[in-house]
Structures are given as C-alpha cells and as structure tokens.
C-alpha cells in the first residue's frame, strides 16, 4: 500500500510478475514454480533457510535445492513428504 502520490495516485502496487499456472502435476495445491524462483531469488540470502510448513508436493524445496537454499519442510500427508523426497532425489 501507498500512502503518498504513486503514479497514478494512493492505492495498491499492482506485482508485474509474469508467471505460468501450476500444472498441479505433484499436488492438489501446488503453486507455481516460477513464482517460487522469483521471489525466493530476491527475498533470501544465498545460504539461507527456507521453511515450508505444508510441504504439498515439493515445489519450494526443489527452488531452494535450485537456488543453493537450505530447507525445512513439514506436512502432515506422508504421501506429499514421499512424493518431496522422491523429486529432491531425482535431482541428484
């Protein structure tokens, strides 16, 4: 929110990130890959730690292995726990 004159007045700030729909391919839930390398390459520290608490199907910690990231990820379905460490092996 703007509390001063931006370009076109008070409001919000519209985000002109350009990013494709999840394919939902690993979860039911699952965001965008794109927009978790974007934010998460702008928002942390190379070395840093990235802690997901509903894991879903694994697309933040396959961005933060992507992005030289740690990672802590919780989630109470097993199946999306297997199906995280499944993709995060597949990587090596």
Known sequence: YVKRAYPS?????RDS???KQPEKKYHEWEQSFDFCLY????????GG?????YVGGGTTAIAS???GLNFIGID???NALSTTVK???EMV
């Open 76 to 78: 109470n379905d097993e």
């Open 17 to 19: 990130v350009k990013i």
């Open 65 to 67: 292995k992507i992005l």
């Open 39 to 46: 934010y998460m390459s702008r928002l942390c520290s190379r």
């Open 87 to 89: 993709r995060l092996e």
């Open 49 to 53: 730690t990235i802690f997901d608490p």
């Open 9 to 13: 007045g008070r409001g919000f700030l």
